[in-house]
């Protein structure tokens, strides 16, 4: 985005991380970048309990299954601009570390001003103004992360990079399912407790704010356009740079990257906005990769159609606030604890053949939470429920494994890194308008009719899928 050729860029301070000087220096910045990354973790683990708490925080003020819905929307769909406004000022300044220290002061500045608002659509508005100053750390987090090192070490740092936001976001959800366990022995109604965790996050935040600023080196001079162009060759060596926001299935760093490696929003690119996207899929792959994108868009719609209302539908069907944590940590703890065997089981039984069953799998479940959770009471009902959201967990690990495997498989080589930033793209927009959906039709008609289309897109995408991987036809 900066229109500089690669490698051109210089620091003011001396030469380019290009050739890192010898005498330790570079290697005493890389342990300072990597204490830096201490303080956005505690940033990302407040926004990984935010991501529950704020949608039942909604709840407790008479959101409906659309407005809780629409939270989940605005964590893929908010954030977007504001990687894109900010990447070009990114690309600009030349400047990192401002970038990230606003990053995290407004995340906490978000949280401080939670407390005080008292209407589901206030509480959305908040929602969406967080994930857009979150997501203003996405153009430069990948860029941070590999100053000074060479690109042979690149898939590991973005190894880290994505351990520590990972390990961040699940921390948060475990720390807001302990707080409001906790919180009832101390005689704070819910809406007290949510208020209370939303401070001591502010707070978090800014601690993360203060180990930025110690921990972090400027200046730097890694450009975004050479991370784009490197991680291609990552890529190719079987690393995967574009998992460095795996932990939100549908974040605008996700969805930022991704469009930026299919070449949206790129300078040259005469196309209109809402044209890029689908014209370059049209343009670059064959006809095989591009059904079975159109099935990945489908599915992911299909999975948010589900999760968008699952916390209001939880709530409504009785659980507190401590038991919905808890199924949503165990939903996350299934799929860490299935990703190892996942690969294993893909190459025994063959990529799509495990992923159309975990999709099978997921289609099933859906509507089967509607009929068990609103059947049977807790605390009985929150162990079955409880079994379907892990074995939702597991399927969503077989899912995601197998996915880069096929996408890999039906792209030429040429295409192969375009081909896996647009099937994040696409997943992860489809991912935001599912939400919408699926919140309509629960407002509408009810949950169980939601889960059931939820149950039925992702059934109907393999099917999609399965056309895809078979046609032999040319595309």
Do not use: C
């Not at 760093?253 to 689908?278: I, K, M, N, T």
Request: hydrophobic share 55%; charged share 15%; net charge positive.
């Amino acid at each position: 985005m900066s229109g500089e050729r690669p490698g051109s860029e210089r620091s003011v301070a001396g030469p380019t991380r290009e050739s890192p000087p010898l005498d330790g220096t570079a290697d005493a910045a890389r342990n300072v970048t990597d204490g830096w990354l201490y303080g956005w973790a505690l940033g990302y683990a407040a926004v990984g309990a935010a991501s529950l708490l704020v949608p039942l925080y909604a709840i407790d003020f008479g959101a409906g299954a659309l407005v809780v819905s629409l939270t989940a929307a605005t964590a893929a769909l908010a954030g977007v601009p504001g990687a894109i406004l900010w990447g070009k000022l990114v690309a600009r300044t030349r400047r990192r570390r401002p970038f990230i220290l606003v990053a995290l002061g407004l995340t906490a500045a978000v949280f401080f001003v939670l407390p005080f608002l008292a209407s589901p659509w206030t509480v959305l508005a908040a929602n969406a103004a967080l994930w857009f100053v979150i997501a203003a750390a996405a153009p430069v987090l990948n860029v941070v992360v590999v100053e000074g090192y060479e690109p042979s070490a690149w898939p590991g740092r973005f190894g880290l990079l994505n351990r520590y936001q990972g390990y961040g976001w699940l921390a948060g959800l475990v720390a807001g399912g302990a707080w409001s366990t906790a919180a009832g022995g101390l005689g704070l109604d819910v809406i007290a407790a949510k208020r209370v965790f939303f401070v001591v996050s502010a707070v978090a935040t800014l601690v993360g704010v203060l180990v930025v600023v110690v921990r972090y080196p400027e200046p730097v001079t890694t450009s975004e356009s050479r991370v784009l162009r490197l991680s291609r060759r990552v890529r190719a060596a079987g690393g995967n740079p574009g998992r460095a926001a795996r932990a939100v299935p549908y974040g605008p760093g996700r969805v930022y990257w991704a469009l930026r490696e299919v070449g949206v929003g790129r300078r040259g690119d005469s196309r209109r906005p809402g044209e890029g996207l689908p014209a370059r899929l049209r343009e670059r792959f064959s006809g095989r990769l591009v059904r079975y994108l159109a099935a990945a868009t489908l599915f992911f719609a299909g999975f948010s159609a589900f999760f968008g209302p699952l916390p209001a539908y939880l709530v409504d069907a009785g659980y507190a606030t401590d038991e919905v944590f808890a199924l949503f940590i165990l939903s996350a703890a299934a799929s860490a604890a299935a990703y190892g065997r996942a690969g294993s089981a893909a190459a025994t039984h063959g990529l799509f053949r495990l992923q159309a069953g975990a999709l099978l799998v997921r289609a099933g479940a859906f509507p089967v939470v509607a009929v068990v959770g609103a059947a049977v009471a807790p605390p009985a009902g929150l162990v079955a429920v409880g079994v379907l959201f892990a074995a939702i967990g597991v399927a969503w690990a077989a899912i995601a494994v197998t996915a880069a495997g096929l996408v890999t498989e039906l792209a030429p080589a040429p295409v192969r890194a375009e081909a896996l930033g647009a099937y994040t793209a696409v997943g992860s927009l489809g991912g935001g308008v599912g939400s919408v959906v699926g919140g309509a039709v629960a407002g509408a008609v009810g949950y169980l009719p939601a889960f059931v289309v939820a149950g039925a897109g992702v059934a109907v995408a393999t099917s999609v899928a399965a056309r895809g991987i078979r046609d032999d036809a040319p595309g």
